[in-house]
């Protein structure tokens, strides 16, 4: 955690940004940028340094005074989110030159990364975890009136223990003034102006929902669409529409502008969605139904966050799986005593160790008494850290 002192007065160059949590200035020697993590179009993250702590560095690239208004709009209303589902802001740089934004580090990637590069395979129960996290998140910020607009997994990053933390708030605006723009610029004229279309037709188009492709405006119910898209990818591992991409021969749907137009005419008019999870790969029938139920076509017939979160805490009640051992129940009490073991023993090599030795064991055999003996460190928070674990736990109870 990185503990900040906040300098007086603490606003940024405009003076229309200030926090009370947060410094918004900061003198260069506390920070250093290290390594480039990843460049977009739009900015640049960085691993960096801030006061002798390891952070993310987000660098927008500022180049017009409309590129200035945006920052100090993100800027503040980053400055009013706190949720532990979000990526947590810890500093900010907001005068010039070097505008920046500080974000706490996640150390286990993004999720699109984590599925497709390292092919994790989460068990249910995670899975289903990391939803209910997300969409608690997302149900704060729609509640604070905020749309995030481009959720993805690629936006999604994952701490050490596995947590979910939506990011890129790059998007992200209040409703009220998604309304405007849109009735400014977009209806009353008929037609988009360029600079419309560049900017309102965000997010990435394989997980955005047709009334976006049509050109409509962004609202609660096209976050839920994304956000379904992004969950049947953890679900299934499968990133959206490879079948077709295969069909194309192409690295990806967006490679080809006819296979892109192919594709938007498809989601829009005939109702075209990724493969769906199936009860056989252990998902329920009812999450299946939820997801089908956020990508439908019509925006009010999608729930909201609200009622997502209360299906999936339903599930993930039912879903997980409560071992108990002679130290009493696994659980949320768990933490303490994994931080305390964290030092000494690598888990996630344990993890994979556990995996190979569980091929060559017998079930009442030595991986059970280790199991058992280490259960407090394996599984905390209602669930088991790595998917070798819960497997292995699977296997030894049934
Ligand atoms: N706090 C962080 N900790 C670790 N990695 C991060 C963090 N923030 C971002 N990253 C990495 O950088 C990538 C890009 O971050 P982000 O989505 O915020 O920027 P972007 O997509 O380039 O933004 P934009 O679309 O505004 O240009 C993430 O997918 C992730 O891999
Ligand atoms: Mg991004």
């Known amino acids: 955690m990185v503990e900040m002192q906040i300098p007086e007065p603490n606003t940024c160059f405009r003076g229309c940004c200030t926090s009370e949590k947060i410094p918004l200035h900061l003198p260069s020697s506390s920070f250093s940028l290290l390594a480039p993590i990843a460049r977009g ?73 984590k599925l497709h590069v390292e092919e994790w395979a989460p068990a249910p129960e995670f899975a289903v975890s990391i939803a209910l996290d997300l969409a608690k998140a997302l149900e704060y910020l729609h509640g604070l009136g905020i749309i995030h607009r481009d959720i993805k997994p690629s936006n999604i990053l994952l701490d ?49 929902a047709p009334e976006i492709l049509k050109k409509d405006v962004h609202t609660e119910k096209s976050d839920v669409y994304s956000y379904a898209i992004s969950m049947n990818e953890l679900l299934t591992g499968v990133v959206p529409y490879t079948d077709l991409r295969a069909e194309a021969q192409a690295h990806t749907v967006l490679e080809m502008t006819y296979t892109e137009q192919q594709l938007i005419a498809k989601v829009v008019s005939e109702g075209l969605r990724p493969v769906i999870a199936t009860p056989e790969s252990g998902y329920p029938a009812s999450l299946i139904t939820l997801i089908e139920r956020c990508w439908n076509p019509d925006p009010l017939s999608r729930p909201s966050f609200q009622e997502i979160v209360e299906v999936l805490s339903v599930l993930h009640n039912k879903l997980k799986p409560i071992p108990t051992t002679k130290h009493g129940k696994s659980g949320e009490s768990g933490t303490m005593k994994v931080n305390q073991y964290q030092e000494d023993v690598d888990w996630y090599k344990q993890g994979e160790k556990l995996g190979k030795k569980l091929e060559m064991q017998d079930r009442n055999g030595e991986v059970f008494t280790w199991l058992i003996r280490h259960i407090d460190q394996l599984y905390h928070g209602g669930r088991f850290l790595h998917v070798g674990e819960e497997r292995l736990w699977r296997m030894l109870i049934s």
């Open 41 to 113: 179009s739009e900015s640049t993250v960085y691993e960096a340094q801030l006061n002798g702590e390891r952070v993310a560095a987000k660098k927008p690239i500022l180049s017009t005074s409309e590129d200035l208004d945006k920052f100090h709009y993100q800027l503040q209303l980053i400055c009013q989110l706190e949720h532990p589902g979000l990526a947590e802001l810890v500093a900010a740089h907001a005068r010039p030159p070097n505008y920046t934004y500080f974000y706490q580090f996640y150390e286990s990637r993004n999720l699109a990364d």
């Open 160 to 208: 050490k223990d596995l947590h979910p933390h939506l990011t890129d708030f790059g998007l992200a605006a209040y409703k009220k003034d998604l309304k405007k723009v849109s009735a400014e610029n977009w209806k009353s004229s008929g037609k988009p102006t360029g600079g419309f279309h560049k900017k309102n037709m965000v997010g990435t188009l394989i997980y955005m």
